[in-house]
């Protein structure tokens, strides 16, 4: 079974600020996690995935998560914010044991970015 | 290439009525996936299917019907709907299962029962 919490329904920061939007997760196999991002009226979009290797993972648009197993963590950060970054993002945990075909989201944070 | 395409966008349903959320990809993608996405809930699989001919149950099958006749199209089968399946519904597609790769979705279709 797996779960995610994602801390903080609505972030707001300042344009050229830091964004940082917290995942934690639960597993019982090792994890595949995601960040996917859907900006107004549009489908979701893969932002950054984490399957295996590197636990710093770069993504589209700047943005890159680090996987801390210790921690149980895969939080979203962005050095500097542009008003385009304005969407929500979702956290995703999907399990890497074959046959497990699913993937579980979080409920999302909303982003603002102030001018 | 139009990758996951879904039709209506829209749709006003009365309680009772039915209708059928249709899901076509391109990418000859396996795996196909129907999501419900209500405010603060984030997305909720309703059914998935890992090839032509095989569907299985996600988290809130319940009220929904699919099936999987072709690598192509996988539709969303509402019957007498309910004031609570007012959602907005995502059809995506992967390669591999949705648990390893990159699923892409589709636009949605937002839906409202009265």
């Known amino acids: 079974a797996q779960s995610v919490t994602q801390l903080g329904s609505h972030v707001s920061v300042s344009e050229g600020a830091l964004v940082l939007l917290r995942c934690n997760y639960s597993s019982s196999v090792p994890p595949y996690l995601f960040w996917y991002v859907q900006y107004p009226n549009q489908g979701l979009q893969l932002l950054l995935k984490?399957?295996?290797?590197?636990?710093l993972v770069k993504g589209i648009n700047g943005f890159e998560a680090e996987f801390k197993k210790s921690e149980t963590s895969f939080h979203l950060t962005k050095p500097s914010a542009h008003m385009s970054d304005a969407a929500e993002y979702f956290c995703a945990v999907g399990l890497s044991n074959f046959g497990n075909e699913k993937l579980t989201f979080g409920t999302g944070t909303r982003l603002t970015i102030i001018p | 290439n139009a990758g996951v395409t879904q039709t209506p966008k829209f749709r006003i349903l009365k309680i009772g009525q039915s209708m059928t959320l249709q899901c076509t990809q391109d990418m000859n993608h396996n795996y196909m996936y129907w999501y419900r996405q209500d405010p603060g809930m984030g997305l909720k699989l309703i059914y998935y299917?890992?090839?032509?001919?095989?569907?299985d149950k996600g988290e809130v099958p319940n009220g929904y019907n699919v099936s999987r006749s072709t690598t192509e199209d996988f539709p969303l089968r509402l019957e007498l709907a309910a004031p609570s399946q007012t959602s907005v519904y995502f059809c995506?597609?992967?390669?591999?299962?949705?648990?390893?790769?990159?699923?892409?979705f589709g636009p949605g279709t937002r839906l409202t029962v009265l």
């Open positions: 984490y399957t295996t290797g590197a636990t």
């Open positions: 299917s890992v090839g032509a001919g095989i569907t």
């Open positions: 995506a597609s992967s390669s591999l299962g949705a648990s390893r790769d990159t699923q892409y």
